[in-house]
């Protein structure tokens, strides 16, 4: 179809049937915003009618190597519409992460080497895949296309965006007016992030609310490239579990997808019961009836960790499966009633006698000695079940479970 029919069929408005306003409830679940919906109606109107799928973007730099349940939000949406039946493309940022993307920064990010981006990139599509559908997973890297732009076309492409529209950003318009420094550079990246939505021929492109800027970005230069404008989603950036930060492994408040299953489920359970919901609309595949249920049940008078318990099971069951998600509410349960772990690391501490707060961090379950001696004041450090108080304990040589708080465990060796 050549451009003066694609824009003859984007103006052209068709019915929607039940199947597409049941895809337009899905895709909406749990979204900030969704622009612009007439329009994303009618391309899934438009798939029905074709038979063929839409493609959706979702662009991810590999700046850290591990994900976390709050990198998951965006995934699971992709795979709501891969589900759906539309082509799904993971976007893999080799060359914008060479970059930095600055969204969201009050200062230059430091662009990745070559060398700790690939090495980055290895896991990442591991890890999404335990969401995603792998076979069903166009896989790209974005230097593909910007590699070969070159300089000229690196002008030419900058030239199609003014310096105003840049500084419309929000987190450019803050840092200027503050005086600090904004690299040239950094211009470049929305601009990149965009062309990705052109080279893709993007009808659709995911990201956090951080990123609204970037992909209308992308949106303005389809238009300028005579596409048809991709629509854009954003998704809420999810809480950690103190139920305020959003999730993150710098504030230890995250939750990683390749945790142990217990201590997975055993976060998940220490969630508070309004948290819960938001985990559940933002994370579950559970369907909106079902959440609606739920939710009638608890106002009716149901334990609300009975559907916490659910929650777990379902997040265990989906990054390991159904038998460890077992074994997970067993050891919950088994801890709950004073038990402890049976899958707890062995650690050898050398220096009997050692002071109690010395052995609390050597052993890794605190990250001081001020907030072993701490954790003591609270209350929460157990030495075989048994509460310690005092603060000057001497610690002889022998084994023993010591634990932290209520979900750090470990079995020490401790030597002379």
Request: glycine fraction near 8%; charged fraction near 25%.
């Amino acid at each position: 179809m050549d451009n003066t029919s694609q824009k003859a069929a984007a103006t052209t408005a068709l019915p929607l049937s039940d199947r597409v306003l049941e895809a337009l409830a899905i895709t909406k679940r749990g979204v900030d915003e969704l622009l612009i919906e007439q329009e994303f109606a009618q391309k899934l109107a438009r798939s029905e009618q074709s038979g063929k799928p839409l493609r959706i973007k979702l662009g991810l730099d590999p700046t850290a190597p591990d994900l976390h349940l709050g990198h998951t939000v965006v995934l699971n949406k992709m795979r709501q519409l891969q589900d759906l039946g539309h082509t799904v493309i993971f976007l893999i940022g080799d060359f914008t992460s060479m970059i930095g993307d600055p969204s969201g920064r009050n200062a230059t990010r430091p662009p990745l080497t070559r060398e700790q981006i690939e090495e980055n990139a290895k896991t990442y599509f591991a890890q999404a895949s335990l969401v995603l559908n792998p076979e069903k997973t166009e896989i790209r890297y974005n230097s593909e296309w910007s590699d070969t732009l070159g300089a000229r076309g690196m002008i030419q492409l900058s030239s199609r965006y003014t310096v105003a529209r840049m500084m419309e950003r929000d987190d450019f318009t803050k840092r200027f007016k503050a005086g600090t420094p904004i690299s040239v550079h950094e211009f470049l990246y929305p601009l990149m992030q965009g062309y990705d939505s052109v080279a893709l021929k993007a009808d659709l492109e995911l990201g956090g609310t951080d990123q609204k800027f970037n992909l209308l970005v992308g949106r303005e230069l389809q238009k300028d490239y005579g596409q048809e404008q991709q629509c854009i989603l954003t998704m809420p950036l999810l809480e950690g579990l103190d139920g305020v930060e959003k999730m993150s492994k710098s504030k230890n408040n995250y939750i990683g997808i390749t945790e142990a299953p217990s201590m997975m489920f055993g976060k998940i359970m220490s969630i508070s019961d309004v948290m819960m919901w938001r985990y559940y609309e933002l994370l579950s595949w559970c369907s909106l009836e079902t959440l609606a249920q739920y939710k009638r049940e608890v106002a009716e008078g149901r334990n609300p960790r009975d559907i916490k318990v659910a929650l777990g099971k379902e997040i265990v069951t989906r990054f390991h499966n159904a038998q460890a998600a077992d074994d997970a509410l067993a050891d919950f349960i088994n801890r709950s009633k004073g038990g402890i772990p049976d899958d707890m690391p062995t650690v050898q501490v050398a220096g009997a006698p050692i002071g109690i707060g010395q052995l609390l961090k050597q052993s890794g379950l605190c990250a001081s000695t001020g907030e072993g001696l701490r954790m003591i004041d609270q209350g929460g450090v157990r030495i075989d079940s048994e509460v310690v108080s005092d603060k000057g304990l001497k610690i002889e040589a022998g084994n023993f479970v010591l634990q932290v708080g209520k979900r750090k465990f470990a079995r020490i060796d401790l030597v002379a």
